[in-house]
C-alpha cells in the first residue's frame, strides 16, 4: 500500500523512471500490433471516413454560383444589408455582367439551378437573362426587368445574396422545412413540411419494427439458448438463412405473399375471411415496409439476444424458484434484467439499421411507406447533392444523438453484439 | 429393501426410479426416508444419480415413477416454489444484477413480507453466516467464500424447515472448504434444520453427515452413520469408494459364524470377517484399511495367520508413514505407521509379516 501512494518515486534497478521503461519495454510490441491494424485501419479511413466527411462538406459548400457570379459577388461583400425589394442600378450593373460571363462560360445552368435551390422557377430565368445579357443596354436595371418582371422579385435578391458565398447553412434550412419567401427564412405550410415529418415518422416506424422485432426475437432466442447443442444449431440455421438469401429474393416473396392477389389474400377470400371486393392492402404501403423490415432485421435481434442468454446459467432461474417466485416472477425479476444488455444492443442494431433503410421501403412501400432514406436517395438522383447530404447529417446526427444517450443511460460498455 | 432412518420421516423417497430417455434408469427404486433435523449426505461418483435425486426433492424434476413425501405430504405435483425449501447451488447462483441485501430479500419479497420484517430477517441471516457489512455489495465483488455465505443465509433467511445443497464447496479452496464445513454443521446444530447434502468428496461427507447415502450405478449401496460406512462397509463398491483401501481377491476356504478363512489367490491363508459372502469355494475380496495393517506380531491377535511382504517403497507424510508393500504377487498394499517416537523405522527392500485382526478384514462380494 506505501508502494501505491508514492507512484512517481518508483524506478527501475538502474534508476530509469519505471513508466518510461515500461513505455520502451512495450512500444515494439506496440508497433507490430499497429501494422496489423493499418490495413483495416486505411480501409475504414478510405471508404468510411473521407466519405463522411466530404458528404458534410457537401452539405454546407456549393460554389455553383459564387463561381460563375464575382461581380455580384463583390457588390454583396460590399453593400450589406442592401434593399432587397428595390436593389440599386450598380447591382443590376454586376449581375448584367455575371449573366453575360455566364453565357460565354456556359455556366449558367449551374448557376440557375444553385439559386433554383431555394427560389423555385429561375432556371429558365437564368437562361433567358444570359442569352440576352450582351445586347441589353444601361440603365440595366430597367432593361433586365423589362426583360422579365421576376428579376425585381425580393426572394430571388435574398437568394442569390445568400448564395454569393460559398458556405451556406441553407440546405439545412430546406431540410428542416424553412423557406424562402420575400420576408426571408419561414416555417413553410402544413403541407410544405415533408422532410421533418417524414424524419419524425421514419424514427416512428423505426421504433415499431424495434419493437416488434423484440417481440419476436425473444421467444426464439430463449429457446436457441436453451435447446440442446442438435436441435438449436438446426433453428439457428433457419434464423441465419434469411442472411444467405438475396435481399431482393426476400422482399420480392414478401410481394408474392402480401400483394392485393397474393398468397395471404386470396386465403383469407377463400376461408370467407374478407369478401372478394375489398382486400387487404398490405403491400406497397406502411405496412409492407413494416413486414419486409421486420422480417430483414429480425436476426440483428436475435443473434445479441442468444448471445446474452446462452450464458446465463440456468441455476438462476432455478435458484428464484426454490426462493418461493413463481415463473413469472422468476422472468420479470431474474432473467428479463440478466438479459438487458442484449435487449439494448438488439435494439439500437434493429433501430439504427432501421432508420437508415433504404432498399426494401423502396420496393414495397409504395407512396405512403416511404422513409427518409428514399428521399435522401431522391434528392441524390435529381443532383441536388448538398440537399441531400444535410438530409443525410441530420440523419447521422440524430443516430449519434441516439448513440449518447444509450451510452449515458445503459452505457456502452454493457453493450453485448454477439 | 427399504432402508429406515429415524422414526419422525420428515422427506420420504418411495420406490422413486427416474428416466430422462426412456431406455435407461438414472434412479433405480430409491427407497429412502430422512429424519426431522438430520443431515443426511448423498455421496457417490458423477453420474450415480444422487443429484437427480436432489433435483426431484426441489421439485426442478419429476420423478418418472414412485413418491416422494415432505413432512407427510407427498409433492411430486408440487411447484418449486410452493415447497418452501431452501437451495444452496453449486456455483451459488447470487442474482448477479441484485447486491447482496437485495440477493436476501428476495425470498421475502415474493412471500409478501412487510419491509420492516423483512430487515430484520435479512440482518439476523446476514449476521448468522458474519457478512453484516457485505449487505450493499454486488456478488461480483465478493470472494468464492463469501459467495458461499451469502448464498447460505439467502438459502436460510425465509426460514425453511428443509435445506437442499448441491456440492455448495466445490469450488473453494482446501482450508476454506474445512472451514466452511465446520460452519455450516455448526449452523444446522443451531438452527435444528434438516439438510440433504449431495457431494462427491467423502472427506466432506463424513465430517458432517449424520447419516451418508452412498450412491452408485443409480442407487444406494448403503446408508449408515460415518464410522459405520468407514469400518464397516458393506459390499466392494463402499469400501473403495470411502477412503483408502487395501483389496486381496480369494476364494471361502472356511465360513463358519462370524468367522471366515480366506485363500488367496498365491496359496496363503488369511483371517475374514465374512460379510456379504454366503458359501464355501465363493469368490470374495477381502478389505482392510492401511491403518488397520500390523507388522510387529505383539500388535496381532493370538493366532491370526500372517502374510510375508516386502517393503518398496516408504513415503515419508509428517503425521505418518505410508509404506507401500508386495503382498500376495500385488504391489500396491499400503500400510499406514503413525509416525511416533518410538516406531520402527522400515527400509525398502526389508521383508516382514503383516497380518490385521479379523474384524479389520471384511470379506466382501468379488463385484
Known sequence: MTEAATPALLTTADGRPLKEALATAQARARRRALLLVLPLLAFVLLTFLIPIGYMLKRSVEHDGFSASAPELDAWFAANPGFDYANPPEEAYAALVKDLARMQEEKTTGIAGTRINYTVPGTI?????????????????????????????????????????????????????????????????????????????????????????????????????????????????????????????????????????????????????????????????????????????????????????????????????????????????????????????AGSLLVFILAVGYYITPALVGGADGQLISNLISFHMSKSNWSLAAALAAMLLASILLLYWLYDRLIGIDRLKLG | MAQTGPNDAFVAFEHVQKSYDGVSLVVKDLNLTIGKGEFLTMLGPSGSGKTTCLMMLAGFETATNGEIRLDGRPINQVPPHKRGIGMVFQNYALFPHMTVGENLSFPLEVRGMGKSEREAKIKRALDMVQMGSFINRRPAQLSGGQQQRIALARALVFDPALVLMDEPLGALDKQLREHMQFEIKHLHESLGITVVYVTHDQGEALTMSDRVAVFNDGRIQQLAPPADLYERPENSFVAQFIGENNKLPGTIEELSEGKALVRLATGELIDATPVNVTEKGGKTLVSIRPERVEFKPEMMPPGAHTIDAEVLEIIYMGDILRARLRVAGSDDFVMKMRNTLGQTRLANGQRIKVGWHPQDARALDPM
Open chain 1, 124 to 344: 429558365s430565368l437564368f437562361k433567358g437573362g444570359a442569352r440576352a445579357a450582351k445586347d441589353l443596354q444601361p440603365p440595366y436595371k430597367e432593361a433586365l426587368i423589362a426583360l422579365d418582371a421576376e428579376w425585381s422579385s425580393v426572394k430571388l435578391w435574398r437568394g442569390m445574396e445568400a448564395a454569393s458565398s460559398k458556405y451556406t447553412t441553407e440546405f439545412y434550412k430546406v431540410a428542416a422545412d424553412r423557406k424562402l419567401t420575400d420576408e426571408g427564412w419561414t416555417r413553410g405550410g402544413d403541407k410544405e413540411r415533408i422532410y421533418l415529418y417524414l424524419f419524425f415518422k421514419t424514427f416512428l416506424v423505426s421504433a415499431l419494427i424495434t419493437v416488434i422485432c423484440l417481440l419476436l426475437a425473444f421467444p426464439v432466442a430463449h429457446l436457441l439458448a436453451v435447446l440442446p447443442m442438435s436441435k438449436s444449431s438446426l433453428l439457428m440455421i433457419l434464423v441465419l438463412l434469411p442472411f444467405w438469401t438475396s435481399l431482393l429474393v426476400r422482399t420480392t416473396s414478401w410481394i408474392a405473399l402480401l400483394q392485393e392477389q397474393g398468397i395471404l389474400n386470396n386465403l383469407l377470400v377463400w376461408m370467407g375471411v374478407v369478401p372478394d371486393a375489398s382486400r387487404l392492402q398490405m403491400m406497397y404501403n406502411m405496412t409492407g415496409t413494416v413486414v419486409a423490415m421486420t422480417h430483414v432485421l429480425l436476426p440483428f435481434m436475435i443473434l445479441p439476444l442468444y448471445s446474452v442468454m446462452r450464458v446465463i446459467p440456468p441455476s438462476y432461474a432455478r435458484a428464484a424458484r426454490s426462493l418461493g417466485a413463481t415463473s413469472w416472477t422468476t422472468f420479470r425479476r431474474i432473467y428479463l434484467p440478466q438479459t438487458l444488455p442484449g435487449i439494448a
